[in-house]
C-alpha cells in the first residue's frame, strides 16, 4: 500500500534521492528475510498459535507507529520492526497446513494460501493509491492497523494450537498431572517428539539453528530458495515500477495508475484457481501410477507452464510499454507475470512442506530468506535500470534471468529429486 503515496511521503519528509524513496517501501521486506529465521524454529518449540499471534501483535504496534512518524529515519525503522512480525505467516503458515492436510489434500490448502501474501501486494497498492490521492499517506498505516486489530481480535478467539510435538507434549503433561505421583509408571509418559535432553538450551540450540543448516546442507533448499528469490524479486520489482509506467508513461492520475495492478491480481488469482484445482489431482493421478506411493516431485508439473508463462509476460510488459500503444497491451504482459510467479511459487512451496513436512516451518524460513532479500533488493536497483536501458531492455534482461534459472529447476527435480532428498537427514 505504501508503494503509490510514496511520492507523497518523498514530499512530506524532503526526499529527494529515488533509492532511498524505494528503501521506504521495500524495508519492509528487508525484514522478511530475519524474521522467519527466528519465528519459524520458535513456532516449533512453542506451537503455531502462540509465535503468530506475539507477531502480529508486535506488527500491529509498529505499523501504527509507522502513521505517526515524524522523519525518514523513524519511518524506516517502524517499517523494519512491523516487517519483523509481518514475517510469521511467511513461515509458520506452511508449516500450520503441513500440520493440517495429508498429502493427497494439501496441494489445494497450500495453493490457495500462497495466493495471500501475493495477492495483498496487489491489492494493497490499489486500496493505496486512493488513499493517498483522497487522504494523506498516513492514513495507509492507519488504515490496514484497524484491520490487523480487527484480525488479532478474532485470532485470540479461533486460532488454534496444530504442531503434533506441542499437542502431544501438552496431552502427555496433563497425563502425568492427573495420576497418582506415588504409582510411579506416569513418570514415564513421554511423546515420541522427545528427547532424553529437554532443556530449553538444547531445545533453543537445535530449532533456532536448524534452518541454517537446511540451507547449508539441503541443495533442495538451496535451489528453490534461488529461483524463488528471483521470483519474488520481480515480483517487488513490478509492484514498485507499474506506478512509473502509468503515472509516467501514460500520464494517467494516481488513483487510475493504481487501477493497473488489477492486472497483476488477475494473474495470481486466476493461475491460482486452476491450480489449486488441479495441484492434488495430478499429485493423485501419479501416486496411482506409482503403485499408491506418493512423491513430493508430483508437485512440480505446473511448474513447466510457469517457467514459460514469466519470461513470455516480461517481454510483453517491456517492449509495449510506449505511449503510442494501448495501455492494455502491458497489462496483458503484466497478468502473465502474475500468473507464471504464482504457478511456480505454489509449486514450490508445496514441494518445501511435502520434503519437510515435521520441519516445514524452518525449511520454509530458509527458503524465504533468500526471496525476501531479493524482493529488498529488486525494487532498489528498478529505477537506475529503467532509466538506463528502458522498460523494453530491461524486462529482456529479466526475461533471460527468468529462463537460465527457471526453466531447468522442475525438469531437474523431476527427474533427481529423489535421488537427492534420500541423502538428506531432514527430509522425509
Known amino acids: 500500500m505504501v508503494a503509490p503515496a ?34 519459524g524454529p520458535l513456532s516449533e518449540i512453542y506451537g503455531r498459535s502462540r509465535v503468530l499471534q506475539l507477531a502480529n501483535m508486535w506488527y500491529l504496534a509498529w505499523n501504527l507507529g509507522c502513521g505517526f512518524a515524524q522523519n525518514e529515519s523513524q519511518l524506516v525503522a517502524f517499517r523494519f520492526l512491523a516487517g519483523l512480525g509481518g514475517s510469521a505467516p511467511l513461515s509458520i503458515g506452511g508449516g500450520v497446513l503441513g500440520d493440517c492436510w ?6 489445494q490448502a497450500v495453493a490457495l494460501y500462497s495466493l495471500a501474501p501475493l495477492l495483498g501486494p496487489v491489492v494493497g497498492p490499489i486500496t493505496g493509491a486512493w488513499i493517498a490521492e ?3 499517506w498516513r492514513w495507509v498505516f492507519w488504515s490496514t492497523s484497524i484491520v490487523d486489530a480487527v484480525i488479532q481480535f478474532f485470532g ?11 499437542l502431544l507434549e501438552r496431552k502427555a503433561e496433563q497425563i502425568r498431572q492427573t495420576m497418582d505421583a506415588e504409582k510411579g509408571p506416569h513418570r514415564h509418559v513421554r511423546t515420541v517428539f522427545e528427547s532424553d535432553d529437554r532443556s530449553w538450551q538444547s531445545i533453543f540450540k537445535k ?3 536448524r534452518p541454517f543448516l537446511l540451507f547449508a ?10 529461483y524463488m528469490a528471483y521470483l519474488y524479486g520481480n515480483l517487488y520489482l513490478f509492484l514498485t515500477t507499474i506506478p512509473s509506467i502509468f503515472e509516467g508513461v501514460y500520464e494517467q492520475p494516481v488513483g487510475i495508475a493504481g487501477l493497473h495492478y488489477i492486472a497483476l491480481g488477475i494473474g495470481l488469482s486466476g493461475a491460482s484457481q486452476i491450480n489449486a484445482r488441479t495441484l492434488d489431482r495430478v499429485y493423485i493421478h501419479f501416486k496411482n501410477k506409482n503403485g499408491g506411493v506418493g512423491r513430493p516431485e508430483y508437485r512440480l508439473p505446473a511448474m513447466f507452464p510457469g517457467t514459460l508463462l514469466l519470461p513470455i509476460g516480461l517481454l510483453i510488459t517491456g517492449w509495449t510499454t510506449k505511449a503510442q500503444i494501448h495501455w492494455i497491451a502491458p497489462d496483458i504482459g503484466i497478468a502473465l507475470v502474475g500468473a507464471g510467479t504464482i504457478l511456480n511459487f505454489q509449486c514450490i512451496q508445496t514441494y518445501v512442506v511435502d520434503t519437510f513436512t515435521l520441519h516445514a516451518a524452518s525449511a520454509l524460513a530458509a527458503v524465504s530468506c533468500l526471496r525476501s532479500l531479493a524482493g529488498f533488493g529488486f525494487p532498489l536497483f528498478a529505477p537506475a535500470m529503467y532509466q538506463a536501458l528502458g522498460f523494453g531492455k530491461g524486462d529482456t534482461i529479466l526475461a533471460a534471468a527468468a ?21 538428506s537427514r531432514y527430509a522425509r
Open 156 to 166: 485470540l478467539f479461533f486460532l488454534q494450537e496444530t504442531y503434533a510435538p506441542i
Open 134 to 136: 483522497r487522504s494523506t
Open 6 to 39: 510514496s511520492s507523497q511521503l518523498a514530499a512530506s519528509f524532503g526526499i529527494t534521492n529515488a533509492v532511498m524513496i524505494a528503501l521506504t517501501t521495500s524495508i519492509f521486506v528487508l525484514a522478511y528475510a530475519i524474521g522467519p529465521l527466528i519465528l
Open 403 to 423: 529462463i537460465l534459472i527457471g526453466c531447468p529447476a522442475p525438469w531437474l527435480f523431476w527427474h533427481y529429486g529423489e535421488r537427492i532428498r534420500n541423502s
Open 217 to 226: 546442507r539441503e541443495p533442495i533448499v538451496q535451489l528453490l530458495g534461488i
Open 102 to 107: 495429508r498429502a493427497e489434500e494439501r496441494g
Open 207 to 209: 530449532a533456532l539453528t
